[in-house]
C-alpha cells in the first residue's frame, strides 16, 4: 500500500479512537517523528527511533521487529522479484491496532505495505521504498457465520483452507481457489480467482462487504455495518472498488463472504489430448454444450511432465485437462458422459475418472503444487508468470501461438489455465543473472499482451468502446 502524501486526509469521525489522537499530539510535542527521519525518496532510509517507539507504544514491543532476518521475510513473495524489505514489521491484534498503525504512517508520510501469507507471484509486497509492513495474519478469528443467511465474516488472517475446514460440517463452503493457501482478504485485495471461477465465480462475485482502514485510519464498512445482503442497488458500489484494489485504497480488516452448498457428490476426470488446438477446442465444446463443469483446467505437456516428476503422478506426458463436476450420483454420470464423448471426438485419450476423495485431492494437489513442479525443472532458476484472459472463442488460436512464441524464444515456460474463464498462464524460468534471458522473457511477456485481442470496431473503423 503506497499512499501518496498528497492524498487530502478526511476528518476523522467524531469520537473515533481518542487515544491515538492523544498518542499523535504527544509525538508532536515531543519531536519523535521528525521528518528527516524517515527517507521517502527512491532509496530506502531508516525509521527514527522515535517512531519506532509509537509503533511499539500502538501494538506492544513483542509484536514490532527491525532485524534484518524478519524484514527480508516481509520483502519479497514467490515471484522473481528481489527482495526488498521494509524498514520494520508490526503485527496488529485488532482493528483498532490497524487504525492507528494507518493514522500513525500516514501522518509520517510512511509508506504502508500489507502482508498476508507471502503466496503472491508478482512482487506485492516488495517495500521499493521501504516503510512499515503491516503483518495481518494474527487476526484471524472466524468473526460470524450466517448458516440461514449463506454468509461468513472472517478476518485477514483466515485463510481459505482454513475457513472450509471450520466449514466441514455446515454443508456449505467457500469455493474460490486460487492454489495456495492464501489469505481470504489478501484474495480480496488481489481480486483472486482460481479453479471453481468457471460455476462459482472469482472474489468479486463472492464478496458481500468489506470492513476497510483507510489511509488516515478512519474504518470504513462498504456495504454498511453488519451488512451481508446478496444484492443492493442502493449508493455507490464500495465493495467492488476494494475488491481488486491490490492494498492501494485500504487495509482490509474484515471480509464478509457468500458461501455455496457443499455438493452431494464431487467426481474428477482427466483427459489427454494429441494437440493444444484439441485440448482447448473440447473445453469450448464442452461450454457451449453448456456442461454445468464445476472447474476445467488446461496443463500443457511441460506441466504434465513437471507434475509427474514432483508430485508423483502416472499421467500421459501430452497437453492435459483435469475437469470437476458437482451434483447428484445420477446428475455426474450424465455430465461425465456427455463430457467423454466431447473430449472424445477431439481425439482425446487415456479419459480417467475418480470419485474418491483420496484420488480428487491427489490430482489437484498436483495442479495446485504446478508452480513449484515447473521451478523443480530448473533448480535455481526463478519463475515468472504471465496471467492472460482472451474471449474463448479466440482461446485455441491464441494458446497454440503462445506456444509457438515461446519455442521461437528459445525459452523454458509452461502453459496451464483456468481456460473455462479464457484466462491462461505462462510459467517461465528464468536465471536472474543473465540479462540477455530476462530480456527475452520481458519480450515475450509483451508480445504475449499485444496478442491479446484488441476491442471491436464500429463500421467506421472506430473503437465500439473507448480505450483507456
Known amino acids: 500500500m503506497r499512499w501518496a502524501l498528497g492524498w487530502p486526509q478526511c476528518p476523522r469521525p467524531s469520537g473515533c479512537c481518542p487515544a491515538m489522537a492523544n498518542l499523535l499530539r504527544a509525538a508532536a510535542t ?19 527511533k522515535g517512531f519506532v517507539e509509537a509503533l511499539k507504544a500502538v501494538v506492544g514491543s513483542s509484536h514490532v521487529s527491525t532485524a ?49 501469507t507471502g503466496t503472491g507471484l508478482e512482487g506485492g509486497v516488495c517495500a521499493v521504498q521501504g516503510g512499515v509492513c503491516i503483518n495481518l495474519t494474527h487476526m484471524d478469528k472466524i468473526l460470524e457465520l450466517n448458516l440461514e443467511d449463506f454468509s461468513v465474516v472472517v478476518e485477514p488472517g483466515v485463510t481459505h483452507k482454513a475457513l472450509n475446514t471450520h466449514l466441514r460440517d455446515s454443508g456449505l463452503w467457500f469455493p474460490v481457489d486460487p492454489g495456495a493457501d492464501a489469505s481470504l482478504c489478501g484474495m480480496v485485495a488481489t481480486g483472486a480467482s482460481g479453479t471453481n471461477a468457471v460455476r462459482y465465480g472469482t472474489m468479486r462475485e463472492n464478496v458481500l462487504n468489506l470492513e476497510v482502514v483507510l489511509p488516515g485510519g478512519e474504518l470504513l464498512h462498504t456495504a454498511g455495518l453488519g451488512r451481508h445482503f446478496r444484492k443492493s442497488a442502493a449508493g455507490y458500489n ?9 492494498g492501494t485504497l485500504g487495509l482490509i480488516t ?43 483446467e488446461f496443463l500443457d505437456d511441460v506441466t504434465m511432465d513437471a507434475c509427474n516428476k514432483h508430485s508423483q503422478l502416472n499421467c500421459s506426458v501430452a497437453p492435459t485437462l483435469f475437469l470437476e463436476f458437482h451434483g447428484s450420483e445420477q446428475f455426474l454420470a450424465e455430465q461425465l458422459q456427455r463430457a467423454e464423448e466431447i473430449t472424445q471426438d477431439n481425439g482425446a485419450f487415456h479419459f480417467s475418472s475418480a470419485k474418491e476423495a483420496e484420488e480428487r485431492s491427489r490430482l489437484w494437489a498436483a495442479r495446485h503444487s504446478a508452480w513449484y ?19 474463448i472463442s479466440r482461446l485455441p488460436e491464441i494458446l497454440v501461438q503462445t506456444k509457438e512464441d515461446l519455442k521461437a524464444q528459445g525459452l523454458t515456460g509452461a502453459i496451464l489455465g483456468h481456460v473455462g474463464d479464457g ?11 543473465d540479462p ?24 467506421g473503423g472506430l473503437p465500439a468502446f473507448p480505450l483507456v
Request: aromatic share 8%; charged share 15%; glycine share 8%.
Open 68 to 116: 534484518v532476518a524478519v524484514r527480508e521475510q516481509h520483502g519479497h513473495d514467490e515471484s522473481m522479484h528481489r527482495c526488498q524489505p521494509p524498514d520494520a514489521v508490526v503485527w496488529p491484534q485488532n482493528v483498532e491496532q490497524v487504525s492507528q498503525l494507518a493514522a500513525l504512517c500516514y501522518g509520517q508520510g510512511v509508506p504502508i505495505i500489507p502482508f498476508g
Open 254 to 296: 474484515a471480509a464478509t463472504l457468500r458461501l455455496h452448498p457443499a455438493p452431494e457428490a464431487t467426481v474428477v476426470a482427466t483427459c489427454a489430448f494429441p494437440s493444444v488446438q484439441a485440448a482447448v477446442d473440447s473445453t469450448v465444446h464442452i461450454l457451449q454444450a453448456a456442461v454445468p463443469v464445476a472447474r476445467i
Open 30 to 48: 515531543w519531536g519523535l517523528f521528525p521528518w528527516r527521519g524517515y527517507c521517502s525518496r527512491g532509496t530506502q532510509g531508516e525509521l527514527s
Open 373 to 391: 513442479a515447473v521451478l523443480a525443472l530448473r533448480p535455481g532458476y526463478k519463475g515468472y508468470s504471465t496471467d492472460v484472459c482472451v474471449p
Open 423 to 433: 484466462n491462461f498462464h505462462c510459467l517461465l524460468l528464468v536465471d536472474p543473472e
Open 238 to 246: 464500495l465493495t467492488g472498488l476494494f475488491v481488486g484494489s491490490e
Open 436 to 459: 540477455e534471458e530476462l530480456h527475452r522473457v520481458m519480450a515475450f511477456s509483451e508480445l504475449l499482451g499485444r496478442t491479446v485481442p484488441p476491442p471491436p470496431r464500429t463500421a
